[in-house]
């Protein structure tokens, strides 16, 4: 079965970094769309940030603070954090999609990122 594999959450203050990863198993991340989404109790789970072969994607609070990457080699999917600010706190969720075949949509299991000062 497709299963993804995230870590890297923490506890850190404002204007701190985190980089956070998303290990991929039965999944070639290069072939799919790959992304962040975080969700903060009480809210909407939001995407953060994708990836495809030729693109990506972020939501407009991050954009410039955060950066989504890939390394094929590893087939693992990172997602590095700058400037965090308390608004970033949240459980992120990395989600793999094939929307051809061999089709899916894979969750992990959520790390927490919680910034505070």
């Known amino acids: 079965q497709v299963q993804l594999v995230e870590s890297g959450g923490d506890l850190v203050q404002p204007g701190g970094s985190l980089r956070l990863s998303c290990a991929a198993f039965r999944i070639i991340a290069s072939s799919s769309i790959m992304g962040w989404y975080r969700q903060a109790p009480g809210k909407e789970r939001e995407l953060v940030a994708s990836i495809t072969s030729g693109n990506t994607n972020y939501t407009d609070s991050v954009k410039g603070r955060f950066t989504i990457s890939r390394d094929n080699a590893k087939n693992t999917v990172y997602l590095q954090m700058n400037s965090l600010k308390p608004e970033d706190t949240a459980v992120y969720y990395c989600?793999?999609?094939?929307?051809?075949?061999?089709?899916?949509?894979?969750w992990g299991q959520g790390t927490q990122v919680t910034v505070s000062p």
């Open positions: 989600n793999a999609r094939r929307m051809t075949y061999p089709r899916y949509d894979a």
